[in-house]
């Protein structure tokens, strides 16, 4: 079976009266939300949290939220400022204002999808192809690096101080969305806003090494598990050819999910493949497929058509079935994408 179409991808910027609209409602609103996806990455929450310790900074009551049962912190990103403003779904109050962060579509919010949805002023911040306009107002940039850049413009805009505190949040998002600099949606203005963060005084070599220097030993282990099982199909993906592993819940033996991160980021690496996939199983037993190509191949248009998203470079999505179902059909999906 061949996987479903993908659906249109977002191509607009945001508008002047865009940025005019979500500034008026931030600053009107007393009691603002600040939402990042399901499993937020250092650039979904490391967005809200700096528009939101702005905005405290503005008098504005400020809640900070994702939508995981359980709410767990990602260990990675335990250190970022602001963690003070983060409240559980389940305390969450209702809001004047709501704002996504790096959130494609609404399903990315989980539980708090209908927190949000109740807020009389919707506001997205993101950088997707895969947005699906769903905000009633939309502050999308499919050509920013990462949502941080959107999230600084928006301090910038609201008249909030660029602290230390707000930069080392927004530097998090835009160090992990640009690959430490080396992915291609970087430009001189990537390094500009940079220099424009480190300049606050922050200790980028901390939050780097928070990032991406800091496992626990299992990790490492389950790592080398992954590594040792990865797969090269030379043939698939158009032969552009394809690198894959999995990890099962029992391989990860009580590690959490983010403790993978570096599973993809290795495996990426591989000289013969285009694409890298690695398919975790979480607790609850589905696969969580991360994508990753090194250009040729748009692995968001794959991630989309089975019913993720991302970016061009990197995408992600979750399967249902088995693990080989799952393969099968990414393998599809991805053989499909390598003939067009």
């Not at 600053?27 to 700096?50: F, Y």
């Not at 579509?105 to 192809?129: E, M, N």
């Not at 890298?276 to 991630?303: E, F, I, M, P």
């Not at 999505?317 to 067009?340: H, I, K, P, Q, S």
Request: hydrophobic share 45%; with cysteine; glycine share 10%.
């Amino acid at each position: 079976m061949r996987p479903a179409a993908a659906p249109q991808q977002w191509r607009q910027r945001p508008r002047e009266a865009d940025w005019s609209a979500a500034v008026q409602a931030l600053r009107e609103a007393q009691q603002v939300l600040l939402l990042a996806h399901v499993a937020p990455d250092a650039d979904a929450l490391g967005s809200a949290l700096g528009v939101g310790q702005a905005l405290r900074e503005l008098g504005t009551e400020v809640q900070v939220s994702f939508g995981d049962q359980p709410f767990e912190v990602p260990r990675v990103l335990r250190g970022l400022p602001g963690l003070d403003l983060l409240a559980p779904p389940d305390l969450v109050r209702p809001a004047a204002a709501a704002v996504s962060f790096d959130v494609s579509s609404k399903d990315r919010l989980g539980v708090l999808t209908a927190a949000y949805d109740a807020a009389p002023q919707r506001i997205a911040v993101d950088h997707h192809t895969s947005y699906t306009g769903f905000a009633t107002t939309s502050l999308v940039d499919v050509t920013a690096p990462a949502t941080a850049v959107l999230a600084l413009d928006l301090v910038d805009r609201l008249g909030a101080g660029l602290t230390p505190a707000v930069a080392t949040a927004l530097y998090a998002g835009l160090l992990t969305d640009t690959g430490s600099f080396r992915f291609a949606a970087t430009t001189p203005r990537t390094h500009e806003i940079a220099a424009r963060l480190l300049a606050t005084g922050i200790a980028h070599d901390d939050i780097a090494r928070a990032l991406y220097d800091d496992e626990p030993l299992r990790a490492l282990q389950v790592l080398g598990l992954a590594l040792g099982r990865a797969e090269l199909h030379p043939a698939a993906v158009g032969r552009r050819g394809l690198v894959e592993t999995h990890v099962s819940r029992t391989d990860r033996d009580g590690l959490a999910l983010d403790g993978l991160e570096r599973v993809i980021d290795v495996l990426r690496c591989t000289h013969e493949a285009e694409v890298a996939a690695v398919l975790k199983q979480d607790d609850a037993g589905a696969w969580r497929v991360s994508l990753r190509s090194k250009g040729a191949v748009d692995v968001s248009s794959v991630a989309r058509s089975l019913g993720g998203g991302g970016h061009r470079f990197a995408a992600g999505f979750t399967g249902a079935g088995d693990l080989e179902t799952v393969r099968a059909g990414l393998r599809a999906a991805l053989d499909a994408a390598g003939a067009g």
